[in-house]
DNA sequence: ACAGCCATGTAACTCGTTACATGATTAC
DNA sequence: GTAATCATGTAACGAGTTACATGGCTGT
């Protein structure tokens, strides 16, 4: 037994290994708020679903409070959450980068609409960088060593130190875009 | 008509709008090589039925080359990059990134096997910093403004950046990390 | 009363993967 | 001659998405 799971079905159980009991809407809520960093939030469905399938693996347990279906981590969700980290490779992160896809291509798309497309990508990480600062300044009071959310915290700075260098790098590169201006 | 295509199918076009006419292997050899580090490499099998798809749209022109066939981009498939370059918004970077779910469940992992992980991440971060840094080399000498490769070695400094910052962040990680070792 | 959020799911579909199948050419 | 690489595809499957359908509760 204990075939691996769809890496998301781990990120989900992991989520819910850190806190209380949630429901698929609360769930999907912080996914949206904590795991998009740095891996996808699934659709509305698919938490229902993935739910479904911890459900039938004996890894979570239901609570009907009311019209509502909390999830809770089983002991063996949480031995099996143990067997699948101290298991096998993470492998190496994939970035799927649609500004650095079309910056490739920038011949094509001339001078100009790249510098646009870039000055909105440096928009857009400042933006996503502010957000994630907000998830950071959550943790706090529960984020040094021992706590609850050491390691949550830790991931929300990598999250930041990330994003910084995602907009020093657009920054950087349109400065030098700018320089070969007719 | 010219209905929206999956963004792989334009990664690939945009392969082969840089250079010349490719095989389907010789495609695949060329994402594995330098669109990995922004985008998925698509598999083999992909390749082709990517291929078969902008045949069918008139994108690729066939050139029958003994047993081998080879894809050119016809003057279509170039206004179709050029279309969608103009059109519409990216999106923001998608990372998947597993060291880092992992490192949400630190807690749960033990700090012994946290720094291990962390380790290899960072060795695997510097290999993947050389093979991308040979890329980029292969690049020079139509690299300056106004030549072919020109906005490919930009993307490529890009992701040299990107690497070096995972490998910073990794190394401070493992230095807190450590201080609070019994 | 009406809008917006809370809450749960099903159905159809696409993307992308792995496994399978085949065969020619090249290097040793 | 035999192993590796070049070369092309098909079939089955799984992950994940959007669209659809439903209805209760909450604030104004």
Redo the contacts with the bound molecule.
Sequence with gaps: MSQD?????YALLGLLSLGDPL???????RADRTLRYYW??????????????LHRHGLVRKHGR?????YEVTAEGSAELQRWLAAGEPGFPVL?HPVALRLMLGALAGREAVEAMLHEHHAAAIAERESLEEVRGSLRGNDQPGQPFRYPALVAEWGLAYLDNEARIVTDLLARLEEERP
Excluded: D, F, W
């Design positions: 799971l769809p890496m998301t079905s429901s698929g809407y609360e769930l999907k809520q996808t939030s699934p659709a509305m469905s698919q938490v229902y679903s993935e739910l479904a399938r009311g019209r509502t279906t909390t799927k």
